[in-house]
């Protein structure tokens, strides 16, 4: 379980001096010997400043505050003793904690990375300090963190489950079916519209189970179980190397603990079975 007062997300001014920093580059952070967080003062003195793209205060951890510095490249030498650890490995090694720390900064420091100057004008973009917004002095747009919701979806018929493979999962591992919500469309439309796609088949009767923020790098995915109506299984091309019906004592390899994957399947093996539910971290 998360300590919820250990670690708290807040806005802080980059202009406050002292606290920890985290520095991170396209989902990684630097680490030594000593963990993730150095001393704001004394890590910002061992890099070139050019390294340093955006600077942003992220929240308290024990009650100080803590910032995170997006840095240009994955240079080894900025530290004596340092190397890169990515965010994915953190949410395996379990500390959900820091996992949720580094989750949150993860996704600040890419959209700070990304919007350092104005979408619509091009002018040079200055962060707010009453909430967490990239402000544009000339053209007076506010730029908020990006966010993509996304659905994914256990779908059922009878005893068995349909799991599919995409090209880009570990070896062996079959999923549920996940994907974008597109502009004008609700999350169930957007359900049945991946389903469709992904492997042409109908599904009905969706029930909305659970939510996890999914920082790789802005999902927020969005649960559901759903009931085969129709159709015959025909994978995407390109999205979906294999797609299957499996019963529950004949499972393939399944998605890692943790994720909101993992957790519709072994959720509904639970209330199938009887057994205690799993528990969804976060
Ligand atoms: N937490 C979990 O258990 C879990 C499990 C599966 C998938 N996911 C996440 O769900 C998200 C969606 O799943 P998917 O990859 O199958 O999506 P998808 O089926 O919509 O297909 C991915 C394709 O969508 C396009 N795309 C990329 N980013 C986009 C965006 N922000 N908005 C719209 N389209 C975009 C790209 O062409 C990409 O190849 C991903 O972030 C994935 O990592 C999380
Ligand atoms: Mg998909
Ligand atoms: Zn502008």
């Known amino acids: 379980m998360a300590d919820s007062n250990l670690w708290q997300p807040a806005v802080i001014d980059?202009?406050?001096?002292?606290?920890?920093?985290?520095?991170?580059?396209?989902?990684?952070?630097?680490?030594?010997a000593r963990g993730v967080l150095f001393p704001r003062a004394w890590l910002k003195a061992q890099l070139p400043q050019p390294q340093v793209l955006a600077e942003h205060g992220v929240g308290h951890f024990n009650g100080q505050p803590v910032f995170v510095l997006e840095l240009a490249d994955h240079a080894e030498a900025l530290l004596p003793g340092g190397f890169w650890k990515g965010l994915r490995q953190f949410m395996h090694e379990g500390d959900?904690?820091?996992?949720?720390?580094?989750g949150y900064a993860a996704q600040v420091a890419t959209w700070a990375r990304q919007h350092r100057f104005c979408g619509s004008c091009g002018g040079p973009l200055q962060a707010l300090s009453s909430e967490?917004?990239?402000?544009?002095?000339?053209c007076e747009?506010?730029?908020?963190?990006?966010?993509?919701?996304?659905?994914?979806v256990l779908i059922s018929r009878g005893d068995q489950l349909l799991l599919a493979r995409s090209p880009r999962f570990a070896a062996g591992v079959y999923s549920t079916l996940a994907g974008f919500v597109e502009p004008g469309e609700s999350i169930e439309e957007c359900v049945r519209r991946e389903v469709r796609e992904e492997v042409a088949l109908e599904v009905g009767n969706l029930r909305y189970i659970a939510s996890q923020s999914w920082p790789?790098?802005?999902?927020?995915?969005?649960?559901?179980?759903?009931?085969?109506?129709?159709?015959?299984i025909v994978p995407q091309p390109e999205e979906i190397e294999d797609a299957r019906w499996f019963t529950p004592d004949q499972l393939p390899p399944l998605p890692a603990h943790g994720s909101i994957a993992r957790y519709l399947i072994e959720l509904y093996l639970a209330r199938r079975s009887g057994a205690a539910e799993p528990v969804l971290p976060g």
């Open 14 to 32: 980059a202009g406050q001096a002292g606290g920890w920093a985290l520095a991170h580059c396209r989902q990684q952070f630097l680490c030594d």
């Open 96 to 102: 959900l904690t820091t996992f949720r720390m580094l």
């Open 132 to 138: 967490r917004a990239m402000a544009c002095p000339r």
């Open 141 to 152: 747009l506010h730029h908020y963190p990006r966010l993509s919701p996304s659905i994914i």
């Open 216 to 232: 790789f790098p802005h999902s927020l995915m969005l649960g559901f179980h759903a009931d085969y109506l129709a159709g015959e």
